[in-house]
Structure formats: C-alpha cells, structure tokens
C-alpha cells in the first residue's frame, strides 16, 4: 500500500528528469533491491567500469557503513547511491575525497529540501540532531597491478525511512520533498561526478568547516573510550585537529576512527 508521503519510484526516467539533457543516462543503474551499491560498484570498478558509472537502490538487504556496520537501507526508506571515480591522483585525494564528498552532498540536500545539514567528520550528515546521511569512500585495486586505481563513493539518504527501536534515536529523515528520491539521485549524479574540479577549485573546506558540528566541541574518540579532546580545527587536508586536556595537540586522518560529542566535565 502507499503511504500519503511516499516518494515516486525511482527510475532512470525519473532521475533524468532533473538532470541537463547532455548527461550521459548509460551511466545510470538504478535496482530494486541490491546486497550494497557499493560492493556491486567495487565489482564493476574491478572489470573496468568506466568512470562516472553510477548505481542507485530502492532498498539493500546488506548496506554497509563505515568501520564494519551495516547500514539500514530499508525498501523506499531512502536513496542509496554509489559512484565510480577514478581520479588522476588516487592517493593524494583520497582523504580530501571524503570530505568534499560530504559538501558536495549536503549541497546535493539542499538543492532538493532547501535545508542545509550539519557535518559530523569526516561524512556523517545530521539534520535536526539525528544522522539523515552515511557517506562509505572505498578504493579499489587494480587486480593486475594491486595498486588502487579507483575509488567508490556511496551514500545513503534516508527520505522516508521508519526505524527500528534501536535506531530511533539516532536515525532521522530529510524533510519531505515531492519525487524526492529521482531528485536527490539526479543531484548526486551530477555533483559528485564533478567533484574532483570541487577539490581543484578548494572552495569546499571552508564550508565544511563553516558546517561541522564538532568544531570547537568536546569529543570521545569511540577506539579510545573514556578519552576527551577539543577540536581545534580541521586542516587543510581534511584532518581533524585535536587537542586533550594536557594541552597536546594532535591530527586524525583516517575515517577508520569514529567520534562521539562530549562535554568537558
Ligand atoms: C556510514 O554511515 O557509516 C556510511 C554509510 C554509507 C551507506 C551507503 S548506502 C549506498 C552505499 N552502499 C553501501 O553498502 N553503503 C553505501
């Protein structure tokens, strides 16, 4: 049955729709259900996907997130979206990669809802206090030479999502919008296919900082429980600059590292 505020289904058609008439919709895979757009885009990388080749779900019975999670991808609870990129200077981005991944989807957001949401380093988008985005980057290797010589970019955006007990609290949706899955998928497509001229053209970091929401916060590192620092800054890279109570100052680089915001006393 359908829901008064259930999306329109997403489709090729559909998601062409919002796009510019040039964009190429061969690019576009769009399943009803998948394990994970990522796996299957690290697959297709693997055979020589070409860059740009783009993937978007209805719904993932084995959605992933970072550090080892899953990632609830319920039917028509959201969009989930995975890009192949193969940028010319795999390694030197691909820390930056992640974080102007999370502007340039959270401009995605907003072009679609008119709500800009917070970030939470490196590429958690929350809205109204609760995660309305996960946003996995995984490189994949060349198999013949074992050198990465690609990089996946997946996101999920809950749109209409119902969660369970356990997510209730944490999870959220982005505020509804009219056939907002083709819209977001279509914003996605086209940001994120351009987004290595995002990072040469650097005008990202200053909104990301301008949008975090850890900077000049207290946070927990989740691998060193009980630990307290003060976010000091996030660097040019990309790199949360953090300080503990003793004063020593320190960066995180890696997004293998998960955070929690904490108060001081
Ligand atoms: C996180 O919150 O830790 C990241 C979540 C990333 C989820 C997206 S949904 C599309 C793509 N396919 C996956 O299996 N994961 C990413």
């Given at each position: 049955?359908?829901?008064?505020?259930?999306?329109?289904?997403?489709?090729?058609?559909?998601?062409?729709?919002?796009?510019?008439?040039?964009?190429?919709?061969?690019?576009?895979?769009?399943?009803?259900?998948?394990?994970?757009?990522?796996?299957?885009?690290?697959?297709?990388?693997?055979?020589?996907?070409?860059?740009?080749?783009?993937?978007?779900?209805?719904?993932?019975?084995?959605?992933?997130?970072?550090?080892?999670?899953?990632?609830?991808?319920?039917?028509?609870?959201?969009?989930?979206?995975?890009?192949?990129?193969?940028?010319?200077?795999?390694?030197?981005?691909?820390?930056?990669?992640?974080?102007?991944?999370?502007?340039?989807?959270?401009?995605?957001?907003?072009?679609v809802c008119g709500v800009y949401p917070k970030i939470k380093w490196v590429n958690d988008l929350y809205y109204q206090e609760k995660k309305v985005c996960g946003i996995l980057a995984e490189l994949v290797s060349n198999p013949h030479t074992g050198t990465p010589d690609a990089v996946v970019i997946g996101v999920g955006i809950n749109c209409n999502a119902e969660f369970p007990e356990e997510l209730m609290e944490i999870a959220g949706n982005i505020p509804p919008v009219e056939d907002a899955k083709n819209r977001l998928a279509a914003e996605l497509s086209l940001r994120l296919s351009k987004l290595e001229e995002m990072i040469s053209c650097g005008k990202f970091l200053p909104k990301y900082r301008e949008n975090s929401m850890v900077l000049g916060k207290w946070i927990t590192l989740l691998q060193e429980p009980g630990s307290l620092y003060y976010v000091r800054g996030i660097g040019e890279r990309g790199e949360l600059m953090i300080e503990d109570k003793n004063g020593m100052v320190r960066s995180l680089t890696t997004g293998e590292i998960s955070i929690r915001l904490a108060t001081a006393d």
């Open positions: 049955m359908m829901r008064d505020n259930a999306q329109k289904e997403l489709s090729v058609d559909g998601i062409a729709r919002y796009l510019p008439a040039d964009f190429k919709l061969e690019k576009i895979q769009v399943y009803e259900v998948i394990g994970s757009t990522n796996t299957e885009a690290k697959r297709q990388a693997v055979k020589g996907a070409s860059y740009g080749t783009i993937l978007v779900a209805n719904a993932q019975t084995a959605g992933r997130g970072r550090v080892g999670r899953n990632f609830y991808s319920p039917r028509d609870g959201g969009v989930y979206f995975s890009i192949i990129l193969r940028p010319a200077l795999l390694r030197e981005t691909t820390v930056l990669m992640t974080v102007a991944a999370s502007v340039a989807v959270a401009d995605a957001i907003e072009a």
